[in-house]
């Protein structure tokens, strides 16, 4: 890398050099050191982000607090375990008591494109996860835990280095169990001159009294709808049996807060509700009567990414069900659905690999 860039590293440098190494070595994302980088704000002219006003009013500093009070008793998420997370203990999610563990930090080119750009979208991957899936595309992060123990502070400083990279936004990745170092780190960041929008990167089983706490401050929800069934999704997912309930009524309040996605002139989505959902083996997500929820519940150009990259690797060898890939028929199927629903802002990813 350093034989073709000066010194300094300058944006367009580092880009190129992200490029050469995707294609070379061929990672879905990449971890980098990347140094002194061009200070720039990539989010197209005259957007303003969610959290500033609040940041801005002292509003911002009082959720986080409420949030982090909340951990006492913890109730962040649906679990509701209860643990004193202030005394070290740790739930159903893992997470360390308050220590947070993050495991990268990095512009990524695999996120949908309104979110990737020309800049990445610039995700933090936060370890632990409350829903506990069986069939985790991420389970070395959100199952194992892998990472390195950071702190708000050096949290804050990571989301304002992927400004200074040239991100489009800040991905959160598995954000619930820590949403209140989240909401502390983006008010120390706000007022070092944070301007990128917030991305919600969850599971969407998330509680609507949390929810409503980050009205105002999340500015683009990307959650998935995994399961339509309450039996499956207790089955594969920790006897997570509230699930499809849960996970619709939050969808519906992410809308209510930020709306259709929409991206701006340039392609890049800067507010907005994105909805993903991972088709998966047998059927076992429910994924046709998922697409008739959102058609028949949300506006029709409602953003939908239809998954096609399910992969069995970690517990899904305990299921005959979960223990292979899907088929091109099984996603077409779905696509089809969609579209007979009258969904009309399908994400539809090329599945040319699929037998
Ligand atoms: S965030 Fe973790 S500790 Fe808190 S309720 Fe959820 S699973 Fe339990």
């Given amino acids: 890398m350093k034989e073709s860039c000066p010194e300094k590293m300058t944006r367009r440098c580092f880009l190129e050099n992200t490029a050469k190494l995707y294609f070379t070595i061929g990672l879905p994302s990449l971890f980098l050191d990347y140094g002194k980088a061009e200070a720039s704000v990539n989010t197209g002219s005259g957007f303003e982000p969610a959290y500033l006003k609040l940041h801005k009013t002292g509003e911002l500093k009082k959720r986080a607090e409420a949030l982090w009070a909340i951990m006492e008793s913890c109730e962040l998420c649906p679990r509701r375990c209860g643990v004193n997370r202030h005394k070290g203990m740790s739930g159903v999610c893992q997470a360390p008591g308050t220590t947070l563990i993050i495991s990268?930090?990095?512009?990524?080119?695999?996120?949908?494109?309104?979110?990737?750009?020309?800049?990445?979208?610039?995700?933090?991957?936060?370890?632990?996860?409350?829903?506990?899936?069986?069939?985790?595309?991420?389970?070395?992060?959100?199952?194992?835990?892998?990472?390195?123990?950071?702190?708000?502070?050096?949290?804050?400083?990571?989301?304002?280095?992927?400004?200074?990279?040239?991100?489009h936004n800040i991905n959160l990745v598995t954000p619930t169990h820590y949403s209140a170092h989240i909401l502390k780190a983006i008010d120390i960041a706000a007022e070092r001159g944070l301007r990128l929008p917030i991305v919600y990167n969850s599971s969407g089983w998330e509680r609507l009294e949390i929810l409503k706490l980050l009205d105002g401050i999340v500015d683009i929800y990307l959650p998935d709808y995994k399961y339509w069934d309450s039996d499956m999704s207790a089955k594969y997912s920790e006897g997570a049996e509230s699930y499809p309930e849960m996970t619709g009524k939050a969808i519906l309040e992410m809308h209510r807060q930020v709306g259709v996605a929409k991206p701006a002139k340039d392609g890049i989505m800067q507010r907005g509700l994105m909805i993903r959902h991972l088709v998966m083996p047998n059927n076992t997500g429910g994924s046709e009567k998922v697409m008739e929820w959102i058609a028949g519940n949300l506006p029709k150009d409602t953003y939908v990414n239809i998954m096609a990259q399910y992969n069995p690797v970690f517990k899904a060898y305990d299921y005959p069900e979960l223990s292979r890939r899907i088929t091109k028929e099984e996603y077409i199927k779905v696509v089809e659905k969609a579209k007979d629903m009258g969904l009309t802002n399908l994400d539809i990813q090329g599945y040319w690999w699929l037998k």
Wanted: hydrophobic share 35%; aromatic share 8%; net charge negative.
């Fill in 104 to 167: 990268a930090s990095h512009p990524h080119f695999g996120e949908e494109r309104p979110l990737v750009g020309e800049g990445g979208s610039g995700t933090i991957f936060l370890t632990h996860c409350n829903l506990r899936c069986a069939f985790c595309q991420n389970w070395k992060i959100a199952n194992l835990g892998r990472g390195s123990e950071s702190n708000i502070d050096d949290f804050a400083s990571m989301m304002l280095e992927l400004q200074e990279i040239g991100c």
